[in-house]
């Protein structure tokens, strides 16, 4: 988790933070996961942010769940480039279908 940490791309650093916290406790994960959304809010990018909100989403428990997967959308709503905001709207769709690309949160790993 320490590794994790000191990545300095953001998007990376969340992501990180969230493929880690399926092999925690549930406290632990709780707190990794709360971390992994926080820095995820903190990106400027909106594609970054979007995606990292998208691949977090996963992990999490069915409401926070869902409210992270609209904040995400409304996230790529915000995205200028056209074909930029399509693209991320495929990608925040097939990630959140739990996909390969999600954050290695397969449904034995939540909850």
């Known amino acids: 988790m320490a590794v994790a940490r000191k990545i300095q791309d953001e998007g990376s650093h969340a992501i990180a933070l969230a493929n880690i916290a399926p092999c925690l406790h549930?406290?632990?994960?709780?707190?990794?996961?709360?971390?992994a959304l926080a820095v995820a809010r903190k990106i400027q990018n909106e594609w970054s942010h979007a995606i990292a909100l998208a691949n977090i989403a996963p992990c999490l428990q069915d409401e926070q769940k869902s409210n992270v997967l609209d904040e995400a959308l409304a996230v790529a709503r915000e995205i200028q480039n056209e074909l930029s905001r399509v693209r991320c709207f495929g990608r925040?769709?097939?990630?959140?279908?739990?996909?390969?690309?999600?954050?290695?949160?397969?449904?034995?790993?939540?909850?």
């Open 26 to 35: 549930d406290e632990q994960k709780s707190n990794v996961l709360d971390e």
């Open 92 to 111: 925040n769709c097939t990630t959140s279908s739990g996909s390969s690309r999600s954050a290695g949160c397969s449904s034995r790993n939540r909850g």
